[in-house]
């Protein structure tokens, strides 16, 4: 299966900015498009962003205007540049495939460790 590691969390104060990191690897990553996902304290895992194969990037209204994704062409590396960052931005941040572009459900029911973003008022 596809393993998903996220990197590039850490502390921040609010209106900083941070850039994640996801890195697919294991076998042949098919998925027609990649998303970001968070997890907030005490809240359920939700749609952050998410980015076509051959299609450009579209986003949570939480985050829209702030948080920009991208990915390499060799659609194993994917990127969210996170800038203005707000103290409810605070959350592990999780990336996977999406069953489909334009949808927000992720492809596999497994996913990585994530990386952790703590941003201080």
């Known amino acids: 299966q596809v393993q998903f590691v996220e990197s590039g969390g850490g502390l921040v104060q609010s209106g900083g900015s941070l850039r994640l990191t996801c890195v697919a690897s294991?076998?042949?990553?098919?998925?027609?498009?990649m998303g970001w996902y968070r997890q907030r304290p005490g809240e359920e895992r939700e749609f952050v962003a998410g980015?076509?194969?051959?299609?450009?990037?579209y986003y949570a209204n939480s985050v829209l205007n702030r948080f920009a994704a991208s990915k390499d062409n060799d659609w194993h590396t994917m990127y969210l540049q996170m800038n203005s960052l707000k103290p409810e931005d605070t959350a592990v941040y999780y990336c996977n495939g999406l069953k489909s572009y334009g949808l927000t459900d992720a492809a596999n029911d497994y996913w990585g460790q994530g990386t952790r973003v703590t941003v201080s008022s």
């Open positions: 294991g076998r042949t990553f098919s998925a027609p498009a």
């Open positions: 980015i076509g194969r051959d299609a450009g990037p």
